[in-house]
Nanobody, 121 residues
Framework: QVRLVESGGGLVQPGGSLRLSCAASGSIFSINYMRWYRQAPGKERELVAAVSRGGGTNYADSVTGRFTISRENAKKMVYLQMNSLKPEDTAVYYC???????????????WGQGTQVTVSS
């Protein structure tokens, strides 16, 4: 069974840091883009950051300069280093990835279950 499992969420004070991790498991042939989304209460889910298989990245304007996305292809992992956290960063953070399960298959989009990040004093 293919899964994306996030970890690393929690409660942090404004100005603090957290590092989220996401592990892809199961029978996976290849991973294309890996992404982090977030959804705050009463708001739509939004793209926070994305990283290509080759390491190219892009970020939402609201997190540029504070968050860094990275991946380890051999471990099938993606990370989100979050610095200078603000209360408005409070949300459930979701891992998302385009997975190819076998050589002949196409890429399919998968979601993790989410991890809560709360920024509060």
């Amino acid at each position: 069974q293919v899964r994306l499992v996030e970890s690393g969420g929690g409660l942090v004070q404004p100005g603090g840091s957290l590092r989220l991790s996401c592990a892809a498991s199961g029978s996976i042939f290849s991973i294309n883009y890996m992404r982090w989304y977030r959804q705050a209460p009463g708001k739509e889910r939004e793209l926070v950051a994305a990283v290509s298989r080759g390491g190219g990245t892009n970020y939402a304007d609201s997190v540029t300069g504070r968050f860094t996305i990275s991946r380890e292809n051999a471990k099938k992992m993606v990370y989100l280093q979050m610095n200078s956290l603000k209360p408005e960063d409070t949300a459930v953070y979701y891992c998302n990835a385009d997975l190819q399960l076998n050589f002949y298959g196409s890429y399919t989009n998968y979601w993790g279950q989410g991890t809560q990040v709360t920024v509060s004093s």
